[in-house]
């Protein structure tokens, strides 16, 4: 640790509260107005803040944490005011949306998710969380776990698909690495049913029944919750009338009353005071006496709270009470990552942590099984490392500023592997050339100079897609095609009749139409990050085993929207047959998806037998084990994703067709078999009763295991309460 100013003044202001502060006796001395200033967070960047006047709020006791302010000297000097300047020298708390990496950036987080390699997303946030103190942020606005069923949604690509359990197990992973070091305090997002907005258009109103919250959207954040998670976002849709920043259902009566979280809320960007625009606030003040009430603790960056909230007392709108609760909230938190104590952090220490080997090496590993392969006809991957040449064709072959993503932390383009520099490396002796055929949008009828390299080259890799800024937050499309000219850019290329490997890079579930049909090689590689170029040459030339599995169904076409694997059978689910009327279907197109969740092939082959129960009927206190063995039948050693589900066919209410409620990832060497074992108790089994309340049905419930949400093998047992 370097011994600048700040980090003495911490030693001493360490050594001087010897005491730890007492919570209680610290907001007895607090005004009305430096509780307020408590729960106002505003903006800045490196330099400090956005706000003229935030400086002069931090001598006033006006501001409780910060977004975006970083660095770790930035953050010295405004803590350094916050701790000596102000009355009671509360320390700042600085937050940042710290997503998929901070300096290094890894695979965007749906592509992280189809990894299905639960500790490897531990991993990756904990070091993205190193990086991020290593600059003085010690809050990072991740994860999101907000369950997305619509590839509209630009914002799908930050979580972890569509799937509630599969969703809940990857909050619980990413959580904590996140707050791993305890220094640093992870926040789950956005509560809730943002991810449910109306035609995926970003911002809309989300309507469903109680049921669908608590079964669907409500469970990763039960699971960061139950992972101590130490902060929430409150969302900025509304859910049937309701904006979820001023909904004291989600907000107080679940969060506290039946989760019992004493962790902090802070609202979305501006979210409080945009109460007045969804229609339930006509004032600012009534939108900070909404939200407050409701259960939002920080306002970010709007100044509701600040302006208003002493006369709301006054008035009697808002109790003492309330605001006291929201304020201990804040400083409890900041007792618990030790920021009285230590308000400061260590200058000097990036070198030490950004882009460490070790960084770099779990990006590349994360890159590589973020992969998923689509199709592999005629076994055309992996590739030899043995090739002549390679021909890269495609407007995302060589961009690094698309391989990071929607959000990038403080990521630079300079850093990364494109998937060019990748292959170049990979194989320092064969003739690499790009051409990069059309721009990701625009109309471009003239292929030549990208059909003549595809002819010289004994490998074609078409990397296409969708530019990093057509996923993430206000980036929603109406249409999932590939954009531009790309489809006709791999027409062109495919005429030649030569192979070649579709390299998809994209954020969101496409509709792939004429490229899954005819395209003889596709490989789903998402935004891959720093390391994406390297990590997918591992994959395309033999290196790594593809093992990625989709977290999210690709739809045939958007017409199939809203398509999860999930869903219901309905009273007339369509036999099959062709000219079938009066049944749940479309006149043009199938049910079915063209690739379903939990999809991914391997370059080996996996034989998973038919599930065992431990025993015929499960009760209320003993689970139940289902095994199966899984073999690697092919000759190259790999990993497979077997995952059961269940369906309860009768029921108090309807059930999904099939729910996931195992997964476990094995690599096996070639021939090697491994028996997986799942345990399944009654917290399986349950869902929101005709009447509120979890329940469990006696009867039937059927298993299925496999190695996709297709999967065919199968098994029933009773349950009997
Ligand atoms: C708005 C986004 O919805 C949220 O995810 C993010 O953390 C905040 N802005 C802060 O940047």
Redesign the pocket.
Known sequence: MKLTLPTLLGLLTASALAQPVDIESLLQQMTTEEKLGQLMQI?GDHQGFSDKDGMEMVRASQVGST??VRGAATVNRIQKVAVTETRLKIPILF???V?HGYRTIFPVPLGEAASFDLKGMEETAAAASREAYAHGVKWT??P?VDIARDPRWG?VV?GAGEDPYYGSLVARARVKGFQRSGKVVA?A??WVA?GAAEAGRDYNTADMSERTLREVYFPPFKAAVDAKVGTF?S??NEIGGVPASANRFTLTDVLRGEWKWDGVVVS??T?VEELIKHGIAGTPAEACEAALNAGVDIE??SRTYLKNGARLIKDGKLSQATLDESVRRVLRLKKRLGLFEDPYVPEGTQAANFLIPEHRQLARVSAARSCVLLKNDKNLLPYSKNVKSVAIIGPLGDSQQDMMGS?NGDGQKKDVTTLLAGVRARLPGARVTFVKGCPVHGVVTDFKTAVAAAKAADVVLLAVGEDADMSG?AASRTSIDLPGSQLALIQAIHATGKPYTVVLMNGRPLALGWVADKSPAILETWFAGTEAGNGIADVLFGDVNPSGKLPITFPRNLGQVPIYYNSKNTGRPWSGKKNEKYASRYLDVLNSPQYVFGYGLSYTRFAISAPRLSAATMDASSPLTVSVEVKNVGNRAGAEVVQLYIQDPVAGVTRPVRELRGIERVELAPGETRTVNFTLSRKDLLYWGPKGGWVADPGEVLVYVGNSSAATGKASFRYVP
């Open positions: 903006g977004l975006g937050a940042f949306d997503i606005f991740a999101m914002r930050e926040c997002k956005h943002y976002m969302s900025f979305d960007f979210s970010m960056v959000w937050e």
